[in-house]
């Protein structure tokens, strides 16, 4: 398969390695040179724009920061639609709003274009090892003929419904895991203000009804896990301001669809907080830092 790859950052650049790994050839666009110059040299043609890379691939692949972005490098002036050839299938992997995604779909079926939506969970680490998590939304067939392509780049690959699925399941996903840091976070300043042992603490929580996946894999609590981001300062990982972007979009799901979604749009707040207080860019497990106890002689 000869693939147009567009979006070739944090996470394109080693998916696309991995497609290329595979035996595929690619033609790659990325707005910022530097990002493309990366993709060149690993082997990919590189397309001086977004329609010229879009009428090289048999199949497109987008990886790219937001709904503004999909929306626009899909439907904009000299995008993607005005130049994919007819009966081709286009496979957005960014992290959007499921209406994006169905607009996007109807948009481009209009012009006998195919597209399904792929989100990834699993982070930088996941997607240089391949071992991403892919929730796919689309029409069986073309989920099908996408299958072999994702399984260059991933090893679960769920198909969780219609277009647009793939996005409800990555949010649902992030909703519980933002929330969850926050709540291992605040439950750990508590134990820690009454001197408790985070280690005792974990060793506690972990075989009782608290247990999650966030004190397991990304311990927000320095000292406890060598292998998390919170003992190397917070590098990410999953920025902070990631985690608040896909809680807002959960929010905002939850909006459309008229469920109340307090405990999420709390979180979200939190991180938002975070990112104004320096943490943006630092992992998600940072709200811990910023969940900060005040000074003894504060009122409360
Ligand atoms: P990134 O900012 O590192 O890379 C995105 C790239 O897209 C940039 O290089 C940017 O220049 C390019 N781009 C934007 N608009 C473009 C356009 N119109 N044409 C061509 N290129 C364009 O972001 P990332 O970390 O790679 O994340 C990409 C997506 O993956 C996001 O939706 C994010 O939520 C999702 N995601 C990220 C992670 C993670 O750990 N970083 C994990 C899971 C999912």
């Given at each position: 398969m000869h693939i147009a790859f567009i979006g070739t950052g944090n996470m394109g650049r080693p998916m696309l390695a991995n497609l290329l790994k595979a035996g595929h050839s690619a033609t790659a666009y990325?707005?910022?040179?530097?990002?493309?110059?990366?993709?060149?040299?690993l082997g990919a043609a590189r397309a001086g724009s977004l329609a010229e890379a879009a009428a090289a691939g048999d199949i497109v692949i987008t990886i790219l920061p937001s709904s503004?972005?999909?929306?626009?490098?899909?439907l904009g002036a000299g995008g993607i639609a005005e130049r994919v050839g007819r009966g081709r299938l286009c496979i957005d992997m960014s992290t959007i709003d499921p209406g994006t995604s169905q607009?996007?779909?109807a948009r481009l079926a209009e012009k006998g274009v195919r597209f399904?939506?792929?989100?990834?969970?699993?982070?930088?680490?996941?997607?240089?090892?391949?071992?991403?998590?892919?929730?796919?939304g689309g029409a069986v067939g073309d989920v099908?003929?996408?299958?072999?392509?994702?399984?260059?780049?991933?090893?679960?690959?769920?198909?969780?419904?219609?277009v647009g699925a793939g996005?409800?399941?990555?949010?649902?996903?992030?909703?519980?895991?933002?929330?969850?840091?926050?709540?291992?976070?605040?439950?750990?300043?508590?134990?820690?203000?009454f001197g408790v042992d985070p280690k005792v603490l974990t060793g506690v929580i972990s075989k009782s009804s608290g247990a999650t996946w966030v004190m397991e894999k990304n311990h927000p609590v320095p000292g406890v896990d060598p292998n998390s981001a919170a003992n190397?300062?917070?590098?990410?990982?999953?920025?902070?301001?990631?985690?608040?972007?896909?809680?807002g979009l959960a929010v905002s799901a939850a909006r459309d669809k008229r469920v109340p979604a307090a405990v999420a749009a709390a979180a979200q707040q939190i991180y938002r907080m975070a990112s104004s207080h320096g943490l943006g860019?630092?992992?998600?497990?940072?709200?811990?830092?910023?969940?900060?106890?005040?000074?003894?002689?504060?009122?409360?």
């Open positions: 990325d707005l910022v040179p530097a990002a493309l110059e990366a993709a060149v040299a503004g972005n999909v929306e626009a490098a899909y607009r996007v779909a399904i939506d792929a989100p990834v969970s699993g982070g930088v680490g996941g997607a240089t090892a391949g071992t991403l998590a892919i929730m796919v099908e003929e996408a299958r072999p392509i994702l399984a260059a780049m991933g090893t679960n690959i769920i198909h969780v419904g219609a996005e409800v399941a990555k949010l649902c996903n992030n909703l519980i895991a933002g929330v969850a840091f926050v709540a291992v976070s605040e439950a750990f300043r508590i134990g820690e203000a190397r300062d917070y590098a990410p990982g999953f920025r902070t301001d990631l985690m608040a972007q896909d809680l860019r630092k992992d998600c497990a940072s709200v811990y830092r910023f969940l900060a106890p005040s000074p003894d002689e504060a009122p409360v």
